[in-house]
């Protein structure tokens, strides 16, 4: 198994323990980090292979094509913790996409399915495709009350979060109807498939008006 987690490394503290300083044990506690021709990307990449071909080996398309990783976790079974994390990269306005994660939620039959999406945008994953391209419907607004969802974006994010967001929607419309694809198809193949196969579905990016702040 190659081991593909980071270390954990202890932050030095300035309060001594046991009566040594922290710093002068870190001295004598250095962990050695990979050889100089190691390669992060080359390791994951073949232990991906290798776990695909053997456990689902009609994803190969998808791991060779680079948009497939999977990554053993070294915390298996404590706490909950999966035995492995699938990461399928997507484009947000792509057929392929939408097509490559339906295959994947399909035929891994993961417990859970996490999507790149905060709450405020959760909506995008309900649009019917045929109103997908409208441009209220790019800001992702959830619930009946759109003017209270507004508000609450608002509220949470600030003037500049919020302008920022419309500004976001609008060049996401721009795209979308130049590739002809709605956008944010991958969002909801992943929904769909995730509610076939029983999977819990989890929104896994924090809110939006924060990373505008």
């Known amino acids: 198994m190659i081991n593909v987690a980071p270390p954990r490394v202890l932050a030095p503290r300035s309060r001594a323990l046991s009566g040594i300083p922290v710093r002068a ?5 250095s962990i050695s980090g990979p050889p100089d ?3 992060y990307r080359e390791a994951v990449s073949m ?4 776990i695909v071909a053997t456990r689902w080996p009609q994803l190969i398309d998808i791991v060779r094509e680079g948009s497939l990783v999977a990554v053993r976790n070294v915390n298996a079974g404590e706490n909950g913790e ?6 399928v990269g997507t484009a947000h306005v792509s057929q392929v996409s939408a097509q490559q ?10 417990d859970n399915v996490v999507v ?10 309900y649009l019917d495709p045929s109103m997908a391209n409208s441009t209220a419907n790019f800001l992702s607004l959830t619930g009946t009350d759109r003017n209270a969802a507004l508000a609450r974006s608002f509220n949470l994010g600030g003037r500049s979060a919020f302008f920022l967001r419309l ?3 609008s060049v996401s419309e721009k795209i979308s109807k130049s590739a002809a694809v709605p956008v ?8 769909r498939a995730a509610k076939e196969v029983e999977a819990q579905l989890v929104l896994g990016d924090r809110p939006i008006e924060i990373t505008f702040l």
């Not at 994660?101 to 993961?110: D, F, L, N």
């Not at 790149?116 to 994953?125: A, P």
């Open 116 to 125: 790149e999406l905060c709450k405020s945008r959760i909506g995008i994953m």
């Open 47 to 50: 232990d991906t292979e290798e």
């Open 101 to 110: 994660v339906e295959r994947a939620i399909k035929t891994i039959r993961p």
């Open 82 to 87: 999966p035995e492995l994390v699938i990461l």
């Open 184 to 191: 944010g198809e991958e969002f909801r193949a992943a929904r």
């Open 167 to 169: 500004l976001l929607a």
């Open 37 to 39: 021709d190691f390669s």
């Open 25 to 29: 044990l870190s001295k004598s506690c």
